[in-house]
């Protein structure tokens, strides 16, 4: 079985709880769990980085948007190559972010 690593950059003091409890936030670009693909990414949005191993068809099988973050594309798709460059979000809702925590191969800090 393929998996994937889900990578999540926080400041939280207790990250462990991150680890186990994930929560949705509101943020500029809506309401979730963000997390990415790309460990350079999430060093850009916390010093402490948590990381869930998933089955490669987890983003398949649950909802989630994946998208650039800069998110200038949605004004035309002539822009969108540009956009990606500065990194790819998957936004999870709450339900599959705890999906995520309980089902994941396995959990840890980076």
Same mark, same amino acid.
């Given at each position: 079985?393929?998996?994937?690593?889900?990578?999540?950059?926080? &400041?939280?003091? @207790?990250?462990?709880?991150?680890?186990?409890? !994930?929560?949705?936030?509101?943020?500029?670009? +809506? /309401?979730?769990? %963000?997390?990415?693909?790309?460990?350079?990414?999430?060093?850009?949005?916390?010093?402490?980085?948590?990381?869930?191993?998933?089955?490669? &068809?987890?983003? @398949?099988?649950?909802?989630?948007?994946?998208? !650039?973050?800069?998110?200038?594309?949605?004004? +035309? /798709?002539?822009? %969108?190559?540009?956009?990606?460059?500065?990194?790819?979000?998957?936004?999870?809702?709450?339900?599959?972010?705890?999906?995520?925590?309980?089902?994941?191969? @396995?959990?840890?800090?980076?």
């Amino acid at each position: 079985m393929r998996t994937i690593k889900l990578y999540h950059g926080t &400041s939280a003091s @207790d990250v462990n709880n991150v680890l186990d409890c !994930p929560k949705a936030t509101k943020n500029i670009n +809506g /309401l979730g769990f %963000y997390c990415t693909l790309d460990l350079e990414v999430a060093k850009q949005f916390g010093s402490k980085i948590c990381v869930w191993e998933v089955e490669a &068809s987890f983003l @398949d099988k649950f909802e989630s948007i994946i998208r !650039p973050i800069d998110q200038r594309y949605v004004e +035309g /798709l002539e822009t %969108y190559d540009e956009c990606a460059r500065n990194g790819i979000e998957v936004v999870l809702s709450q339900q599959v972010a705890d999906l995520m925590s309980v089902y994941c191969e @396995d959990a840890f800090v980076l």
